[in-house]
């Protein structure tokens, strides 16, 4: 299937140009994007078409699915665009900054029975998959307890992510990925947010670092940390009544790296498991393709985008917001 990338900034450029052509059943068609050079220096090496003006991309007969990878604020309105074209709409996380706006993209898409899918790419890697399936299998017992973070350091060019009116922030960035974790995790659990902080410092204009605390259906606590600014993390550590286990690099990691799985068992004895090596990003574009085919898969990726949606406004609405200073 044909697919146009909308937005050229360095992860679009980086991560997602490969993994479309990489990605088995599709073609990268072609890039949109407002800045002409980069159109031209992407189609050039791409061998693709360009555009800067997405209303003549979207009434290209030959396009079949739109990679929206604009800043959060902006997908609302592009989301809706390549909808209402008749495109699959395939979006950079979060899908938009507001409840209410996902959900009327979920409804678009649901009505004119196109696919709308949420870049959560880590969810298609090896390392997830292994790890939902120690859950699933029992291996750790009862689950007691689950610590999840991610934490980014200070951009050389931070570009959308410090502009409150482009959907700038930490939540929205960098939290959503283990609010996502979480319920990928335990898709059969309930979670209600217990308690959640989101801070602003240093003069910052959008949030730069949060935490929550989720409660779960089945009687585990998940506590979440997200930050911007800080030093890097990326790692989940679940606590059970038969044993424990932990895994760095969940959510972003390069093709090459093998994951590593350290287990503790009831009396602290430590061993180690791996998983495959993998291009996630790859792996999730052709997970996003098969499911065009299949309408109860495109429902399951609306009802998951769903979810993360109202607990992202469930973490806003009830968060206990803060201003905090430098030293």
């Not at 769903?306 to 009830?318: C, G, K, M, T, Y």
Request: charged fraction near 20%; aromatic fraction near 8%; hydrophobic fraction near 40%.
């Amino acid at each position: 299937m044909r697919l146009v990338v909308w937005g050229l900034g360095h992860h679009a450029i980086d991560k997602i140009l490969p993994a479309v052509s990489a990605a088995d059943g599709l073609e990268l068609y072609g890039v949109c994007s407002r800045n002409p050079m980069s159109v031209a220096n992407c189609s050039r090496a791409w061998k693709c078409r360009g555009w800067t003006e997405p209303e003549s991309m979207l009434r290209d007969p030959q396009v079949e699915i739109v990679y929206v990878a604009t800043p959060i604020g902006l997908h609302v309105e592009h989301g809706k665009a390549a909808l209402a074209a008749g495109r699959h709409l395939w979006c950079e996380k979060a899908l938009t900054s507001r409840l209410v706006d996902t959900l009327a993209l979920l409804e678009q898409s649901r009505g004119s029975g196109l696919s709308v899918c949420e870049a959560h790419m880590y969810l298609h890697h090896p390392q997830f998959l292994r790890l939902s399936k120690y859950l699933s299998d029992g291996r750790l017992g009862r689950i007691l307890s689950v610590w999840c973070g991610f934490g980014i350091p200070p951009l050389a060019n931070p570009g959308f992510r410090s502009d409150p009116r482009l959907g700038g922030g930490a939540l929205l960035d960098v939290g959503c990925y283990p609010i996502s974790a979480i319920q990928a995790l335990f898709p059969n659990d309930a979670q209600i947010v217990k308690y959640s902080s989101v801070a602003s410092r240093d003069g910052a204009l959008v949030d730069t670092d949060g935490y929550c605390v989720l409660e779960l259906s089945n009687g585990a606590v998940a506590t979440l940390e997200w930050k911007i600014n800080s030093a890097y993390r990326n790692e989940i550590d679940i606590w059970g009544e038969e044993a424990s286990l932990s895994t760095d690099k969940l959510f972003s990691k390069p093709a090459e790296y093998i994951p590593m799985f350290r287990f503790r068992n009831a009396q602290g004895g430590e061993t180690v498991e791996y998983a495959e090596a993998a291009d996630h990003f790859v792996l999730m574009l052709e997970a996003f393709r098969r499911s065009i085919a299949d309408a109860r898969a495109m429902e399951s990726e609306r009802r998951a985008i769903q979810r993360r949606a109202e607990v992202l406004d469930r973490i806003w609405s009830i968060s206990s917001a803060r201003t905090v200073q430098g030293v």
